[in-house]
C-alpha cells in the first residue's frame, strides 16, 4: 500500500515545489487537482442563497481568488489540499499582469496558423516570451499587459481555437501533471521574462467599449451619480465590497430601487457577471431593511 500511495505523494511535493518557485517571480499561484480545476471546493456549495463570495469570508475554496505569492500561505493551501498534483497562475495581478494566449488544438482549427494571420493583418509579432507546452499539443504563449487594462476572458473569439486567459482567469503551470499528462516550458523559453503584449494585438483582446448609462437624475441626483462613479472606479478584489457599501448607502438613502440598474451596470462594467451585481445588491437591500 505504500508503494501505491507514494506517486500522489511525489505528485503534489513537485506541484508545491514549482508553485513556490513560481511564486519568487511574483506569480501568484492556487492548488489545482488532476482536473486542471482547483483543488479545494468552495466553502459555500452547500448555500446556494449564499452572495457571491471572492474570498472576503476568509476561508480558502474561491477559485482563481485564493491565488497567492506569499509562501506560507501558499503551503497552508497545498496542505488543505493534499491530492493537488498542478499549480494555477493567476492572471490579471500585479507586477507581471499576465495574459495567457492559449493556443488550442482540441477544434478543427489551426490556431497557430490563425495566430500567425492576425499578426500579419494587424501588423504585429509575438515577442520573445515564455512559452508552456499543454499535454494535447497546444502551447500556452505568456504575455504581459498594462496595469490600468483589464483584459476579459474569452474563448474564440479571437479566432477559432484560441482562448484568452486575463483578469478573473489561471493558466496551468509547468511541472503541473493532469489526468493527460504533464505541462512543460518549452525548450529555450524558461529564462525569459513574459513579454508586453503588443499593442495592436491588445487592442483585439479587449471588448468593444460600452456606452456609459449614467444614474438618472431622479436616482439620488449627484449622489447618485457618485455612487456609481464609487463602483466604477472598482478594482480586483475590491468589487464586490464597493458595489454592496454603494447599495446600502443608496438604499439607506431611499433610491435604492431607482438606482439599482445603473449600479448593475457599472458592476458588470468592471467585470462582475449581472447575477453576481443583482445577488450583491439583493443582499445590500436585505441588510438596510433589517436596520430599518
Known amino acids: 500500500m505504500a508503494t501505491t500511495d507514494r506517486y500522489p505523494r511525489q505528485a503534489a511535493t513537485l506541484a508545491l515545489a514549482h508553485a513556490l518557485s513560481a511564486a519568487e517571480r511574483g506569480l501568484a499561484v492556487l492548488p489545482l487537482s ?29 477559485g482563481v481568488y485564493d491565488a497567492s505569492t506569499d509562501p506560507a500561505r501558499i503551503r497552508e493551501l497545498f496542505a488543505a489540499a493534499p491530492w493537488a498534483t498542478g499549480y494555477g497562475i493567476a492572471c490579471g495581478l500585479p507586477p507581471h499582469h499576465l495574459i495567457g494566449v492559449d493556443l488550442d488544438t482540441k477544434s478543427d482549427a489551426d490556431s497557430s496558423a490563425a495566430l500567425r494571420e492576425l499578426a500579419l493583418r494587424h501588423l504585429f509579432t509575438i515577442p520573445p516570451t515564455v512559452v508552456v507546452l499543454t499535454p494535447s499539443g497546444g502551447r500556452h504563449l505568456w504575455l504581459t499587459g ?133 445577488a450583491t445588491i439583493a443582499s445590500a437591500e436585505r441588510m438596510t431593511r433589517g436596520l430599518g
Request: net charge positive; aromatic share 4%.
Open 34 to 62: 488532476r482536473t486542471k480545476l482547483p483543488a479545494l471546493r468552495s466553502p459555500h456549495r452547500d448555500d446556494p442563497s449564499a452572495p457571491p463570495c471572492h474570498g472576503e469570508c476568509g476561508r480558502p475554496g474561491h
Open 146 to 278: 498594462p496595469p490600468d487594462v483589464v483584459v476579459p476572458n474569452s474563448a474564440g473569439r479571437l479566432a477559432p481555437g484560441i482562448d484568452i486567459r486575463g483578469a478573473g482567469g489561471y493558466l496551468v503551470g509547468p511541472g503541473s501533471r493532469t489526468a493527460h499528462g504533464v505541462y512543460a516550458t518549452a525548450p529555450g523559453t524558461a529564462h525569459l521574462a513574459p513579454a508586453p503584449c503588443p499593442r495592436a494585438l491588445l487592442r483585439l483582446l479587449l471588448p468593444p467599449p460600452r456606452a456609459h448609462r449614467s444614474a438618472p437624475p431622479a436616482a439620488g441626483g449627484a449622489h447618485g451619480r457618485g455612487l456609481v462613479q464609487f463602483v466604477l472606479a472598482a478594482h480586483e478584489g475590491q468589487r464586490n465590497t464597493r458595489l454592496f457599501w454603494a447599495a446600502c448607502r443608496a438604499y439607506e438613502d431611499g433610491f435604492g430601487p431607482a438606482l439599482a440598474p445603473a449600479l448593475i451596470d457599472a458592476a458588470v462594467h468592471t467585470g462582475l457577471t449581472p447575477r453576481e451585481a443583482r
